[in-house]
Structures are given as C-alpha cells and as structure tokens.
C-alpha cells in the first residue's frame, strides 16, 4: 500500500538494553514516585488483559482517528525493545490494532503496544501473551487511509512521548522517562523500595507482636 502521506523520521537515539532490565524490576507505581508523581498517563489507558506489563523504548505513531495506515507503516522500523506508543485521538469507534498486528509487532521484536484509542481482538492477544494496553475495546475494524506520522513527537494521556524514551506500563497504568533522567529515577525508585521494604518489616513485626 503506497505509504506518500505517512511521514517518518527513523533516526533517534535508544537506550541500552540493560537500562531497560533494570527498570523491568520496578513497579510503575513506584516509577511515579521516584518521578515525583509526573510523566503518568491518565488512568483512562490500562491494560486489556490482566497480568499485562512492558518496558521498551518509545517508537511514537500519530495516526487519524479511526484509521491504522501508519501503524502498519510502522512495521517497518521496529526495532527491538521497541514499544510502540499509538496516538489515535482516544477515538471509540473503531479498533486501530487487532490480533494480527500484535503479531506482528512481537515477530518484529516490539514489547508491545500503548494506544490512546481502541483495539480489538483482547482475548487472543492475551493468549498470544502481547502486552497492549488502550482506552478500551470495540470489534469495529480501522480505516487504512492514512495521514500519520512515524518517529515524531506524540501525546497520549495527556504526557508527551518523544522517540526513545523509555515507556513502564503494568496493570497499574503507564509512565514515561526521558532518557536523560533514567539514572535519576533509577536511584530514587531503589531508594523507595528500601523504604517500603522497611515499612513492609514494620508491619510484619506488629502482626507478630499481635498474634503472640
């Protein structure tokens, strides 16, 4: 399919690999703390199927409301580690990604996908085991009609995405961070995890103490 009205921009930094398992090991609740409760997507993306998480770099597509071209010329320029982040206005009427384009992004070597608008086919992406999380699900298909962009800045849940950054999603929602602030937030979440550990021992002791 001619592609002439999907603009792309394939050139951007991404992090190493090992940034991102280190960010694996953290909770997106705790992420947004130690990003001073900033860079969250509103809770109105989630995940369409229970137990769903991901961590990859930010491969951004805007695409017109109800209409998947640019995602499927999105295809082409997957890397792996890639998440890709869908701007599809929130738009409910039909579904910009099915089971066949998840498919697609996990042969490809995606992470998974973030939608700011609706999909379909939930219960074979969940067998398939291919994290997406939308605003919700509809069975109508999309218009492949285009315009949209590739590799350019896009907003979802009212946070801006720029290609590269790294994107955390788990069954509590979807935070975003900048590159250069990934040490950063690494250093403050392992910090609030010591914290909680000791909490957690805190409350431990008082059940014991109770239970004597």
Do not use: C
Not at 89 to 113: C, K, P, S, T
Request: proline content about 6%; charged content about 20%; cysteine-free.
């Amino acid at each position: 399919m001619p592609q002439d009205n999907v603009r792309v921009t394939s050139s951007w930094d991404r992090v190493d690999g090992q940034v991102l398992d280190q960010f694996r090991t953290h909770s997106v609740a705790n992420l947004g703390d130690a990003l001073d409760r900033l860079n969250i997507v509103d809770g109105g993306i989630a995940p369409i199927w229970n137990g769903a998480r991901a961590v990859g770099t930010a491969l951004p597509v805007l695409t017109v409301a109800g209409d998947n071209k640019a995602v499927i010329a999105a295809l082409e320029h997957i890397r792996p580690g890639d998440i890709l982040v869908i701007n599809a206005f929130g738009y409910e009427g039909r579904a910009v990604i099915g089971d066949n384009l998840a498919q697609r992004f996990d042969a490809f070597g995606a992470v998974g996908a973030i939608v700011d608008g609706y999909v379909r086919d939930a219960a074979i992406i969940e067998k398939l085991g291919v994290p997406v999380f939308a605003r919700g699900l509809t069975p109508a298909g999309p218009f492949k009609n285009g315009p949209g962009t590739i590799g350019e800045p896009v907003a979802i849940g009212g946070v801006v995405v720029n290609p590269g950054d790294i994107v955390a999603a788990d069954g509590d929602g979807v935070i975003v961070i900048p590159p250069h602030r990934a040490d950063e937030a690494l250093k403050a979440v392992e910090e609030i995890v010591a914290r909680e550990a000791a909490l957690d021992a805190e409350v431990e002791a008082l059940r014991t103490k109770a239970a004597r």
